[in-house]
């Protein structure tokens, strides 16, 4: 600010006097070149300091590298990042050696971008960066495996007295007491409100949206520092039934939408609210893009009929399976576009393709659900395999991975 100042100045003096104009140039010359140099300087022992914290390699965010283009590369040093039984919160869901799975390749893969590494997860230097904030995962089962996967992975870096969870309602909250540091969950698969919005019996046969309304959820994260939102599968179906009027009142208007539209309308609700709410110089926004299912071995030419069995990834390059529809990718791409336009900055996790080739990330049949799954049950994993969730550790640490990058380097 100041050295500037002092171009000005110099330069407007120099259009007195000739003589003393090419002084003013050579002044001014001197103290670009200055300027130049001390940034150079600046920028190069940044990049000295933060490789030796290990928060990012010189590379690792170059503008032109995109993180989500890549492969998956077998690598059993580096991953797991965290072990299955030393993950205290861990979902049962998610817990596949536990419920007895017994080939581990799904925890070995690394993400490898084309062009670049990926920093090393790095979990005192998170916590560090969350000291005093909160993080808060917003949306459905997949970004709260998500949300525990984070958990799994700070947790290393956290004395156990020094460690707390609690859950009111649709919000879970983990604290690094140390830290002061929050990392919580909140359930709202649809973003906006449902009569999905139930954090434990939500399963109904009809879905109903208030395709207007999000407050009753959004407060809950207005003040938060990091915002992580999801929400794809839940609006799976041809139609949507929307509710002009709220749930408690008997005089709401319903009526069929295709779904589409009303995914558009919700996403609009809710950038909206971003809009007036978040303060965009605090708050760092993230959207993960769909989250791939694998409930039909055709899709891949495999010999079984889901993803039960299944025990390596998918090799073949740009595999984009049957269950995301790049159409709602783009309403997504659509309003994150808009946002940006008027400031809101939201980096989209786009998560989709590389999760596509992991076929066998997911749980299958070795996961409890509310219940322990019957003998007859797991006989037929065809209709009981979930093909829809992810083993832990597995493919949402990667995410998490992607958005540590982010959080260092937006
Ligand atoms: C992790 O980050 C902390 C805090 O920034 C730093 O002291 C430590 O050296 C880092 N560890 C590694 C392995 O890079
Ligand atoms: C890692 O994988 C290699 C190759 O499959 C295997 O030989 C080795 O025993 C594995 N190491 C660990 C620690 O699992
Ligand atoms: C602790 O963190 C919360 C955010 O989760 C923040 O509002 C509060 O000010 C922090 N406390 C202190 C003492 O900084
Ligand atoms: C739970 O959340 C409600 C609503 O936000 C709040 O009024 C209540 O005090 C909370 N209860 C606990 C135990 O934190
Ligand atoms: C955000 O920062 C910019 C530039 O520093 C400033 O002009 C703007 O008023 C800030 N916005 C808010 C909401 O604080
Ligand atoms: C993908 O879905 C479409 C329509 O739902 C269907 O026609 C097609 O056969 C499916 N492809 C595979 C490989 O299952
Ligand atoms: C996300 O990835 C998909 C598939 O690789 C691509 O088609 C899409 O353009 C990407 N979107 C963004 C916003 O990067």
């Not at 001014?28 to 150079?40: D, E, F, P, R, S």
């Not at 690792?60 to 590298?65: D, G």
């Not at 219940?371 to 832990?392: K, V």
Request: one cysteine or more; a neutral charge; proline letters at 4%.
């Amino acid at each position: 600010m100041v050295k500037k100042n002092v171009i000005v100045s110099s330069a407007t003096w120099g259009i007195r006097n000739g003589f003393q104009s090419i002084i003013a140039l050579l002044v001014a010359t001197i103290i670009v070149g200055v300027v130049y140099l001390t940034q150079n300087g600046r920028q190069l022992l940044e990049e000295l300091v933060a490789a030796t914290k290990g928060t990012y390699s010189k590379d690792s965010m170059n503008s032109r590298c995109n993180l989500f283009s890549g492969k998956w590369v077998f690598d059993n040093k580096s991953h797991p990042l965290y072990k299955e039984k030393e993950c205290t919160y861990m979902s049962d869901q998610l817990a596949c050696e536990k419920f007895g799975r017994k080939d581990f390749g799904y925890r070995n893969w690394r993400w490898q971008p084309h062009h670049c590494d990926l920093p090393r997860f790095n979990a005192t230097a998170l916590l560090e960066r969350l000291r005093n904030k909160r993080l808060v995962f917003v949306g459905d089962s997949l970004n709260r495996g998500q949300w525990v996967s984070m958990i799994c992975l700070l947790e290393s870096a956290v004395l156990p007295q020094f460690k707390s969870m609690h859950t009111n309602g649709s919000l879970s909250t983990f604290k690094a007491i140390e830290y002061n540091a929050s990392i919580e969950f909140y359930w709202a698969p649809l973003l906006v409100e449902s009569n999905s919005d139930n954090p434990v019996s939500h399963r109904l046969p009809d879905r109903i949206v208030r395709v207007q309304a999000i407050e009753k959820h959004a407060r809950h994260w207005t003040d938060a520092d990091i915002l992580v939102f999801n929400s794809y599968l839940w609006w799976k179906r041809k139609q949507m039934k929307v509710l002009w009027g709220s749930f408690e009142s008997s005089d709401g208007i319903y009526k069929e939408v295709e779904m589409l539209r009303v995914y558009e309308m919700a996403l609009k609700t809710w950038s909206e609210w971003l809009e007036v709410h978040v303060n965009p110089n605090k708050t760092q926004l993230f959207f993960v893009s769909m989250s791939p299912t694998h409930q039909r071995a055709e899709e891949w030419g495999g010999n079984g009929e889901n993803c039960y069995s299944e025990t390596k990834p998918i090799l073949e390059e740009g595999y984009w399976g049957n269950g995301s529809e790049p159409k709602m990718m783009r309403v997504v791409e659509k309003v994150l576009g808009e946002l940006r336009t008027i400031g809101v900055n939201i980096e989209m996790l786009n998560i989709t393709q590389l999760s596509e080739y992991r076929k066998e990330g997911h749980p299958s049949i070795y996961r409890k659900q509310w219940e322990p799954l019957t003998q007859e049950e797991l006989s037929n994993p065809s209709s009981y395999a979930d093909c829809i969730h992810w083993c832990l550790p597995g493919v949402p640490d990667v995410w998490n991975e992607l958005l540590y990058a982010y959080i260092f380097n937006q």
